[in-house]
């Protein structure tokens, strides 16, 4: 155990305590922007989903019953754009967190190679290269936006490329010809190319694209795998419902890993997973929630002297007042305000934070006056 944690950078989030402390002394009580955790019902139709389908004595199959099949194929080919999707091509995983962490070892990476990921990035996809002994290596976001960028990508050992698009945490969008890009160089590199998608549904500013859209990939997912969840459109964090889609061979190989350690979504969970992916109006109905919430910090964190940059979609604002990361965390906690420092992102988030805007409408409210004083 020691040698595994040595790996390991420090959990980053015990480090906010002492400041949630503060923000909870508040006499209104804490507003905690801190995590980007649904704080809104689970769909109906879903409960009613789960509930039937909860007298589930057996297993569940790892590859999910041939509805749930149908469901990840349909939804991909109607939200996405893909064409041609077969069951072969999608995969359902117990949520988007632990494929993150567990993918290097399940394809079988170690010590030699490297796994590169963007240099402000959900520190998740540096866990899962460290787990294994791989080297994490970190990208400019601009990485992409030209062929003279890319070129100095080095592919010398690397073995699997992480995009994030929309970003967790600036909310950045890659753009199709950035995505182009970036599938075209892996393919000529032999490097597999997984694009983590889960805040696909949450544009606010410009329309994300799926790197499985044939204006992307060309028709073919040879190489690339998409990484989406059902936590932020459908408030199903609870639930750990995510799935992969493209490559079927190295979904294949996937599949038989998964089968030898039991990696198996729960049957009620699978039936609630297909109910949510056949249904938008629960989408559309979250959507308009975010939307509000958004707007509403944004103009209190404006006004309050914070400059927001990116956050053109996801579910956080990147904010900064160009000072120290944390003196901003700690001014914030004060007013009862918990937010998290972009230095958990990378050095590079160390002037800003990330506001996530999933609290209830009443605790969005309540930091708006506070931040207006």
Same mark, same amino acid.
Request: proline letters at 6%; one cysteine or more.
């Given at each position: 155990?020691?040698?595994?944690?040595?790996?390991?950078?420090?959990?980053?989030?015990?480090?906010?305590?002492?400041?949630?402390?503060?923000?909870?002394?508040?006499?209104?009580?804490?507003?905690d922007? !801190?995590?980007g955790?649904?704080?809104d019902?689970?769909p109906?139709?879903?409960?009613?989903?789960?509930?039937?389908?909860?007298? !589930?004595?057996?297993?569940?199959?790892?590859?999910?019953?041939?509805?749930?099949? @149908?469901?990840?194929?349909?939804?991909?080919?109607?939200?996405?754009?893909?064409?041609?999707?077969?069951?072969? &091509?999608?995969?359902?995983?117990?949520?988007?967190?632990?494929?993150?962490?567990?993918?290097?070892?399940?394809?079988?990476? =170690?010590?030699? @190679?490297?796994?590169?990921?963007?240099?402000?990035?959900?520190?998740?996809?540096?866990?899962?290269?460290? *787990?294994?002994?791989?080297?994490?290596?970190?990208?400019?976001?601009e990485?992409?936006?030209?062929?003279?960028?890319?070129?100095?990508?080095?592919?010398? =050992?690397?073995?699997?490329?992480? *995009?994030?698009?929309?970003? &967790?945490?600036?909310?950045?969008?890659?753009?199709?010809?950035?995505?182009?890009?970036?599938?075209?160089?892996?393919?000529?590199?032999?490097?597999?190319l997984?694009?983590?998608?889960?805040? *696909?549904?949450?544009?606010?500013?410009?329309?994300?694209?799926?790197?499985?859209?044939? $204006?992307?990939?060309?028709? !073919?997912?040879?190489?690339?795998?998409?990484?989406?969840?059902?936590?932020?459109? !459908? &408030?199903?964090?609870?639930?750990?419902?995510?799935?992969?889609?493209?490559?079927? =061979?190295?979904?294949?190989?996937?599949?038989?890993?998964?089968?030898?350690?039991?990696?198996?979504?729960?049957?009620?969970?699978?039936?609630?997973?297909?109910?949510?992916?056949? $249904?938008?109006?629960?989408?559309?109905?979250?959507?308009?929630?975010?939307?509000?919430?958004?707007?509403?910090?944004?103009?209190?964190?404006?006004?309050?002297?914070?400059r927001?940059?990116?956050?053109?979609?996801?579910?956080?604002?990147?904010?900064?007042?160009?000072?120290?990361?944390? $003196?901003?965390? =700690? @001014?914030?906690?004060?007013?009862?305000?918990?937010?998290?420092?972009?230095?958990?992102?990378?050095?590079?988030?160390?002037?800003?934070?990330?506001?996530?805007?999933?609290?209830?409408?009443?605790?969005?409210?309540?930091?708006?006056?506070? *931040?207006?004083?």
């Amino acid at each position: 155990m020691t040698a595994v944690s040595s790996r390991l950078p420090v959990f980053p989030w015990d480090r906010l305590e002492p400041y949630k402390a503060t923000a909870a002394a508040h006499p209104d009580g804490i507003v905690d922007l !801190s995590v980007g955790t649904p704080v809104d019902p689970v769909p109906a139709l879903v409960r009613r989903a789960l509930a039937e389908a909860a007298d !589930s004595p057996g297993y569940p199959t790892v590859w999910g019953t041939a509805a749930l099949r @149908d469901a990840l194929t349909g939804w991909t080919e109607r939200r996405l754009g893909a064409r041609g999707m077969a069951h072969e &091509n999608v995969l359902p995983v117990v949520g988007s967190k632990e494929l993150v962490a567990w993918l290097p070892t399940q394809l079988g990476l =170690g010590a030699g @190679d490297k796994v590169a990921y963007p240099r402000l990035a959900y520190p998740t996809y540096e866990v899962g290269a460290r *787990l294994v002994g791989a080297e994490p290596v970190v990208y400019d976001a601009e990485t992409f936006t030209s062929d003279a960028a890319v070129a100095e990508l080095d592919p010398a =050992g690397l073995r699997l490329l992480w *995009l994030n698009s929309p970003s &967790n945490p600036t909310g950045r969008v890659m753009s199709a010809d950035e995505l182009r890009r970036a599938v075209a160089w892996a393919r000529e590199h032999g490097v597999l190319l997984v694009s983590d998608e889960c805040y *696909l549904e949450l544009g606010w500013e410009t329309e994300p694209v799926s790197v499985l859209h044939p $204006d992307v990939c060309g028709g !073919s997912y040879d190489g690339i795998v998409a990484v989406h969840s059902l936590s932020k459109r !459908s &408030n199903l964090a609870g639930y750990r419902a995510a799935f992969l889609a493209g490559d079927a =061979g190295v979904l294949g190989e996937l599949l038989r890993i998964r089968k030898h350690g039991g990696m198996m979504v729960a049957a009620p969970v699978q039936a609630a997973t297909a109910a949510a992916l056949g $249904d938008t109006a629960h989408v559309t109905e979250q959507r308009a929630r975010y939307a509000r919430r958004r707007a509403a910090l944004r103009a209190a964190f404006e006004g309050a002297g914070f400059r927001i940059e990116h956050s053109e979609a996801s579910l956080y604002l990147w904010a900064t007042r160009d000072e120290p990361c944390w $003196d901003t965390v =700690g @001014d914030l906690s004060k007013l009862g305000i918990l937010v998290a420092p972009g230095e958990f992102y990378g050095a590079a988030g160390e002037r800003f934070v990330r506001i996530a805007f999933t609290a209830t409408d009443e605790r969005v409210e309540a930091a708006v006056r506070r *931040l207006a004083g």
